[in-house]
């Protein structure tokens, strides 16, 4: 039996070397959804169902992917969403896929729960990261948190604002990340155990492994569990667009809702001052929703999240003004390499024809 | 090859480790349907394509669940629906349910044909169980019952009607259940032998393994070929409204009727008296129908019953007023343990926002 | 490893025992159809898709499934339909059949190209069967068969109209059915070799093996080769609706036609005076035809006819009056003993209730 | 365990064969789409669903499937389609496919990037071919090209509009294809080392193995490699109309647009002068099109294309007039014996009743 020697070249072959690469349990960290995963499912088969209309003889020697997100100049309408943990699946995750990014001419978004300090991140690339942050229930670390940022040149906030309870994730269950003792630490023994090549690269040669940016937050904390505690005592299900109105407040640069996924918490991003919002899905408004939401659509700029979504997603007026997209790869050292060429072919045509119209 | 460690996660998880403990027959009893399995298989999907409209920035630091079953408060709008032989299944599978549903809050409903007599039910959870009834062709029978029903402290009563014949349930064929002879008692033979954690914990420990609540109706039955024997000569197809007209008056607690798939039907329902209607599966209105029956919607609570539906199957006002959901979850002794954390997530919005409007 | 002792249950229980215990080329030549099968698929999918509207508390204690199908009073609205060679798929296949229909009290159709001859079937169940028949380029040869159908009793002529050529049955083209030499020899010898129990049961017991029919018309004939040469060179292309009238006049029994897909040749089958129809398939109208042929609907009975289409298919009224189905059950010796079995429990609510209205 | 002795009957089954003697990348070059090969998929389906008419008892004894494509009487509606390298598929792949296609009555269309060269071509068939073009960089390439088809007897030429880039063919990516090195060498020669029949068959006993169009154009080129790199730095993305209607002028036979997929684009094919449009897919009008293009309609003819489509694909007056449609079938010596055997049932109504009306 031959190695097998053929280059990746789809996400979804990367996703099968990543499975191959990494303990389960950082896999399915990355790879999973809540509950049965239908949602997750969904987003993919809606992106899938997803056809550009096909002109052909329109000049495309010139083909100029530039936008601006956020006032920033992108060389493609597209920007690396937040991975929580990346440092855990390649050495000193963030830093290089910021690295990536910066080398592709898009944004990378780095996430509150980074391995990688956001100073680390911004030396990395030659340029600050967007960053992405959580309410807490501690808003002073919030203060402080926006604080750094700031100093570190950050200029764009991406705020959740999806996840005022961790979701059910099977996946996390089942590898007994909720519960303690023997048994769960026996499991993920295991899968260490079987990766002994991330053992080498990240565990021992990506340290250190603990959330970069809450350190001054957690000052006793020497390992992930204890930032996870905190992490988890801090989850705040009180939030209501009034704490978006204070954070508003707060922060002088571009401010970006992450997980808006309704017409109306759309408008209320809008009274509220935020420069944009994001989905997780794409965007489809519920049964009940008025069909076009045209009126309010011209505003603000709204980008779409989705994990591993492959690149080509572009720009579609419809429902939200012209909208962009963003993407989340999971940190790989090859990225920079092969950004150039996954992109490049994305836009065959040119913005005039390669989009519905 | 290491043994599998990980946790149960999903009803579906549990599904299997059912699939691995129980004899087969057993198993198929408990996850079979009719026929080609059609139905059942478009009940899953049904509930599958469910979808829950996300909104964000909702306060759900407190979220209440509680609701009013039959005028009996509870901490989720869901009741444990009645299954047949559950004490087959698990060593006295219905008093382990019962003290499970009793510790989270929600009824318990004993099935006619359930091993346990209702007394012992009733004292294992510390709380009289729902109890579920087949119309008899022994009238005198079905007074009985109820009667003892009513003196051991239960006050609603789920009365079967979709069930006039037994239906053709392939798999139980298949396994020989109506055939009689060598081959069969063969089938069954190997299939006990190959499950000795069954044999050890339920078929010895679980005794007696008789019809608990029709010891008196049967008297001289020893085991459960001749209890089955009797039900089956009592199943009655010609039972019409009257006779639900006949039982109102019989029975002084709650009536909910169980096997109401169309409207008109529900309909009769309110108007021979019954407090409510569930179906065992999603209350679709079949093309004939009038699209929208609110009118008369208003009247009672209905809820839905599915064998092993997922918990997270929330309130919804359409199209029979507000209903709640029960699901029947086959016995198993660490119910109780894992219904708290099964349930919390459940409603992570707050029945304001977490619900189709 | 314990050997398979279930008890077949279903059709699809029924196929796998057919493709376990039948030279594979015979299998397929009752499993198979045409080019892609994707007819075939669609035709399984279109009965799957049918659903009972169900209604309770119906008295169905005394449910009658009596029906008159082309004026013969019949225990179902049912009849099996012709197979052609069943006679090479079980004993004197068609003999077997015919005593099991009997005893069922529904009537059976005898194909052309069955190896036991009318008078056989005739004896063999103690009532004459439906007879069907394509028509040939020998018109002499049409009339000779339509008398030897009424000489042995027959009534009822089943007159094929949707084979004017030879369908494209990839089955049959890969097992080399339509080529000659060494290399098909050899892939049919290998595939009887593998099925001693046939060879044993069918290929010596059931002799002789030629179509009993036809004997008369193919004096010289000696073996299968002879008659399907003689049979493939009769397909007449060139039938139209005028033979059909000729047909008409040669006939004076009823007369159904089998094969109408379309509408405006089930009007065509009217006016030609034809007492029925039968299509191979759901009797769906074509995009482009009047949504409702309900005029003409009244007139005569129509039957589908599915091979091995489960027996619960009932009656229904749309689209073209009150239907019956027939459907064609493999030659299978154990057919007569489960008849009733099966058959039974697919009425449970009685003509009243268990159908769409 | 046997030898496979059954025959292929589908272009399923030749596919199957054809991955089991071709090296991979050969196979993955005909066989593949670009990206997660969705409209590939999309394609299949979409034929797929097309269902024929059914009229019965229509005299079909005289059927007649001749027409006239682009001025060339044709047995059937159909022309081979071009694929380029089918000289590395099988031995002169390109001479054995015309001289098929010429015993079957229907146009061979050779492409640019073929094998044999246009005159080994003609004088394998008897006949010259059609002849596809890409638009080149150096216009006094397309001029030599075009005179060279012109010399040798061409008068329809295949224009290809819908390849200003190569797609991003991932299957090609995955063998290193577009990788240099050590790596994609080895990959290569794996697979070749594989299929010992088809280096001797075609490898070795199929030489030249070059570009047999473009040795005047490329004088230097001794290998595939160096004729590939002339290639890929001759595709023109700024291609527009007004480069078709200079190439209008050039070519005085009939001009054929190949890649038409959008409505207004097969508009612009009839205004610049072109006989026909050819489409890859079928000719599906997008959602913000007219819905009916009839007025347009009537003008050219136009065909579908569709690598590996089935025979079957028959005469279709929706959306774009009376259409033909064209299938690529690989290079296969054994083509001409089966060619009037696929395609004869295709008809076996005749047009006046096997389509949509």
Redo the contacts between chains.
Sequence with gaps: M?PD??????TE?WRRLAARSLPRFLFDYIDGGA??E?TLAANVQDF?AL?L?????????EVDTRATLAGQPCALPLALAPVGLAGMAARRGEAQAARAAHAAGVPFTLSTVGICPISEVAAAADAPPWFQLYMLRDRGAVRALLDGAWAAGCRTLVFT??L??P??R??D????MA?SGA?PA??RA?QVLARPGWVRDVALRGQPLRFGNLTAQVPGARDLGAFKAWVDAQF??????Q??DWLRGQWKGRLLLK????V??AQ?AVQVGADGASSTAWPRP?P?CPPSPRPWARRPRCWWTAACA?A?MCSRPWPWGRAACSSAVPGCGRWRRRARRACA?CW??GSASCC??
């Design positions: 031959l020697l053929s280059y990746p070249a789809s072959d509950s049965g239908r899938a056809r209309r096909q002109r052909v003889l329109v000049d495309v020697a604002v999806d005022p309870l979701g059910m099977l996946r269950i089942r590898h007994g519960a048994r026996l499991i295991a705040d299900p009180s939030v209501t667009w704490d978006i997980g808006i996924l309704d109306h918490d209320a519920p009940s492959a080509w072919p065959p045509s519905w119209q």
